[in-house]
């Protein structure tokens, strides 16, 4: 689910009528992705379905447990770690668990998944997150409804129509937004970071906070319908997806302590933003 798994090495197309499936079908309960060349001790390489859909209706992952699986072979691990993973089946649910082969097989238990009636299921890490404790991982955080960040009152995102930040980005901003096409933008931790639009998961970096903070944001139409830019309301559940159309718009930082200069952060040929500077992760 996150911006390392399936969803950089397919087009928006594609993985739209991937997750529309998976949401569907809530027979499937879980979902391999590799072969991915650093390790498996980070709670982000297991994603786990958000909520009952009895409970609420966005974001919708269905029913289906999403995890990466890492490579076994020394000149293929990035990070030194040779892991696959193992599942193991029982009476309540299933287990993923991780086998090292940088030591002696040795398995260790990443995950309980336990089945909770025939439309959900609960999962629970049960290892400390490793990027938390010493790892320089990237982490970003997804939106989730209810969190500190989006209490379940206040909705997830913001949406803006024309979409000015007067004050400077710092570390501190937080705040999210849709682009006239759907296409889902947010900034934290100084960092300007695109999300897929229907699962909210991380896709990738747009603007990182070296170039980002002191300087403040505009989004701005360019007066074009991009073709490439899909507008339909599949898969927006919880949004007002009536507002979203074919416009091409461009991110536009403002540095006001330099004159005003302005820098433009264009859409890709795909209509994303985010930088695909290394597809094969």
């Known amino acids: ?3 390392c798994c399936w969803l950089n090495h397919s087009d928006d197309k594609e993985c739209r009528k991937y997750i529309e499936l998976v949401r569907e079908h809530r027979c499937i309960k879980l979902w391999f992705s590799g072969h991915f060349h650093l390790g498996q001790d980070y709670q982000d390489s297991i994603t786990f379905p958000t909520i009952d859909p009895l409970l609420g209706p966005y974001p919708n992952r269905g029913s289906c447990v999403f995890a990466q699986t890492s490579v076994m072979r020394t000149g293929t691990s990035r990070d030194t770690r040779r892991q696959s993973r193992l599942l193991r089946g029982n009476k309540d649910g299933f287990e993923i668990c991780t086998v090292d082969h940088a030591n002696g097989g040795k398995i260790r238990l990443d995950a309980t998944i336990s089945y909770n009636g025939d439309n959900n299921e609960v999962g629970v890490y049960a290892h400390p997150d490793e990027s938390k404790v010493g790892d ?3 982490k970003v955080y997804q939106p989730n409804p209810g969190d500190s960040l989006h209490p379940a009152d206040d909705g997830l995102l913001s949406y803006d129509d024309d979409l000015m930040i007067m004050e400077t980005v710092t570390p501190e901003t937080k705040k999210w937004w849709y682009m006239a ?4 933008l947010g900034l934290l931790n100084g960092m300007l970071v695109e999300y ?9 970096l747009v603007v990182g906070a070296d170039e980002l903070i002191g300087k403040r944001i505009a989004v701005v139409d360019s007066g074009i319908d991009d073709e490439c830019l899909i507008n339909d ?4 559940e919880g949004a007002d997806c009536g507002s979203f159309d074919g416009r091409e718009q461009a991110v536009l930082l403002i540095d006001d302590e330099a004159g005003g200069s302005v820098t433009i952060i264009q859409p890709n040929e ?12």
């Not at 096409?181 to 889902?184: L, N, P």
């Not at 897929?196 to 990738?204: E, K, N, V, W």
């Not at 795909?270 to 992760?281: A, E, L, M, T």
């Open 181 to 184: 096409c759907g296409t889902v």
């Open 196 to 204: 897929d639009r229907s699962t909210f998961a991380p896709l990738g």
């Open 270 to 281: 795909d209509g994303s933003y985010w930088r695909k500077i290394v597809r094969n992760k």
């Open 233 to 236: 309301e599949e898969g927006m």
């Open 136 to 138: 320089k991982l990237f």
């Open 1 to 3: 689910m996150n911006g």
